[in-house]
């Protein structure tokens, strides 16, 4: 088992947060990881700023644009990382666009993750066939798990063939939107949840987009395993010094 399984594995409810890369400042990144690890957080998704993020909301799109003026990059990003295992255990996974990893080369994309001791890869417009077909191999090769989203429009077939060819988590995105914080879920999105859940799924789900407080964390891990925070985070960084970071935490759990 990897780390992000062994972690899965555990009798409690995941934290995961998420937060671009070389923000706020280009050289905070690994220290924003080891103050995250050190109170409480079970898992961290670490985006790599990309120039046309379709997926994200207009918080995380002004952290992704204010990183890359920083002048974050992978080569740098991962010369930032490559001694975070010597501080940090919990699964470390990165979350970044298809096009910047095709530019650095997927093996050896892959490789740099094995070598620095990250977990797993979310791609959120890497299409499963074109993952199965292309890429699955060199990933396994690597040891690095690809984590696939759902949306509440993701059909039943499509749920099970992603269920079938994941073995970490399956990300599900709460509604059909970018993302961005809320301060309570909808009747049609707890359907959602619940819905999910009913299908007994082999992986368990992790639900990211709109957690922000108490009362989201606590809607969205009834029926599922954990919840994934950017938006609210980023938002928070913003506002705010990293030797905070407890507080935020504190409001979550």
Known sequence: M?????????DKKILSIYFSAGFPNLNDTKSLI?????????????????????????????????????????????EQLKDIRQTVNIPLIIMGYFNP??????????????EIGIDGLIIPDLPLDIYLSQYKQLFETYSIEMIFLITPQTSKDR????????????YMVSSAS???SRDSFD?????YFER??????KNPQVIGFGISNKTTFDQATKHQKGVIIGSSFIQFLSDNPISTIPEFIKNIL
Do not use: H, W, Y
Not at 160 to 169: E, G, H, Q
Not at 187 to 191: F, G, R
């Open 2 to 10: 990897n780390r992000i399984q062994t972690k899965l594995k555990e």
């Open 34 to 78: 080891e103050r995250l690890a050190q109170n409480g957080v079970d898992m961290i998704e670490i985006g790599l700023p990309f120039s046309d993020p379709l997926a994200d909301g207009p918080t995380i799109q002004a952290s992704s644009t204010q990183a890359l003026k920083n002048g974050m990059t992978s080569t740098i990003l991962f």
């Open 101 to 114: 990893i095709l530019q650095f080369g997927m093996e050896e994309f892959l490789k740099k993750c094995s």
């Open 159 to 170: 749920i099970r063939l992603i269920d079938d060819n994941s073995n970490a988590f399956i």
């Open 178 to 180: 970018v993302t961005g």
């Open 187 to 191: 009747p049609n999105q707890l359907a």
């Open 196 to 201: 999910i859940a009913a299908m007994k799924l």
